[in-house]
């Protein structure tokens, strides 16, 4: 089963801050007997106009619900404190609202 994310961080973040993370999340990828480690990646993918966008990708090589849901929630949980311990933020959803003047 795949797990497969954009991880959206805050503008501000330093490209070293950046490197930190994906780093960061590569080691865990590695080290990670319950994912297939050969399709296992975290990449910069996208400076878009509201954050820098990470994509992670990794396979769970199972058919149980159960176990890929604990796989996915132990690997989402390691990457926030990663990308805590980097010291970066994840972005904010932002909405533009445009309002005309009578």
Known sequence: MLIQTTLPLQFG??????QAV???????LATDDSLEPQTSRARL???????????????VPTA?????M???ERL?????????????????P????LAAHP
């Open 13 to 18: 973040a330093s490209a070293a801050q950046v």
């Open 22 to 28: 994906l780093a960061g999340i590569a080691r865990r």
């Open 94 to 97: 932002t909405e533009i609202v």
């Open 64 to 68: 149980d619900n159960t176990t890929f």
């Open 70 to 72: 604990r796989v996915r």
């Open 45 to 59: 993918v996208n400076l878009g106009p509201a954050a820098i966008d990470l994509e992670l990708y990794a396979y």
């Open 76 to 92: 989402l949980l390691d990457v926030f404190s990663i990308v805590e311990s980097a010291g970066v933020r994840f972005a904010q």
